[in-house]
């Protein structure tokens, strides 16, 4: 059972706040649950990846090695003093740029970075800030142009290469994905990120031995990611080495005890492996975090159920039940619960309602036994 728990898209700028937009929300919640979760953010990758708001990217062929100084020009009063006095140069509105980002006003910014361009057409630099900008606010077609641009100015810089691999993986388009990453990683073989994107890339098209390989690389570069452990114990779990992925979510919770979606996951491994009381351990913090989290109730009941914890089993399936979710196998444990308690009617009830209602053979079979042992 996957946990229908969704990431939001995070656009980090300079370090100073995390903002998340609805939009970039909404094309998270759409994907598949094999996407949405553990890309987790990989989407850091379409970051605004801000040097200091003193030093920004100036214009030019050569735009991602030349520096402008915006020492003096970091407010928006200096900023614009400074575009006022030389209104045809990119160096001002870049600055001013800046400014606005450091105040989440994105539209603003998106205007200094196009008078940026206008004034300095081959201003790398400026491509990526403003496309990380458009990604942000769900212009998608504008982010991936204003990449590609980033990239024909400036081929060998790998941080826009990156952006639109990331990009590309959340368009499913996993093979271009999967060369942007490995563009990178020519470009850079030390870059944990970039394969841990195409571990992500690798793993969607199903080349899941390639995608262990780089989710291990990554975390042979940069051992402190929580992230990269949380993907590869998702795909030791895809894998049925469930083992494995427990390692891993320990490892990933040990980097980052404050996200809830890792014991959520752990919580899944555990129970794969009839790890009862560990599993109820982990769904129960979740469920105390992210109330109510409906589907670590349904688990948690059914490990109850199975660690002979009957009536904490029919609570959890029975406040399950009442959401009118429909699921047939939570009627059935929860009749193989009363069961067990000797609460012969509710017991033949959920069972019976099971057999109107399943077309699962084997469920069928279960539920038949359950019935003769009833004595029904």
Known sequence: MDMALARVIFVHVHGLRDTCTKITRA?????????????????????????????VFAGGVHA?????????????????????????????YLCRAQVYLSANDFAQAIAD??????????NAFAYRQRGALYFSIGQTAQALADFSRAIRWA???????????????????YGLSARDASRVIRLDKANAEAYRVRGLAY???????????????SLQLNPAQSLAYANRARLYALRSQFDLSITDWDAAISLNPNETDYYAYRGQAHAELKHYAAAIADLTLVIARKPPAMDAVRLR?????????YALAIADLSRYIGIGSGDVYAYFVRGYAHSRLGHRDQAI???KLVLSLTGDPDLKQRVQEELSRLGS
């Open 301 to 309: 009941g059914e490990m109850y159920a199975f660690n002979d914890q």
């Open 155 to 173: 081929p060998r810089e790998p941080a826009a290469y990156l952006s639109r691999a990331t990009l590309y993986f959340l368009q499913k388009q």
């Open 349 to 351: 009830s959920d069972l």
């Open 64 to 92: 991602h090695s030349a520096q402008a100084d915006c020492q003096g020009r970091d407010t928006l009063s200096t900023a614009t003093t400074a575009i006022e006095s030389a209104p045809r140069k990119a160096d001002g």
């Open 27 to 55: 094309m998270i919640g759409a994907m598949p649950l094999s996407l949405k979760r553990l890309l987790l953010p990989s989407v850091l990758a379409l970051t605004l990846m801000l040097v200091p708001a003193r030093m």
């Open 113 to 122: 970075y196009t008078q940026a361009i206008r004034f300095s057409p081959r």
């Open 203 to 217: 793993r969607e098209q199903d080349r899941y031995d390639d995608a262990l390989a780089d989710f291990t690389h």
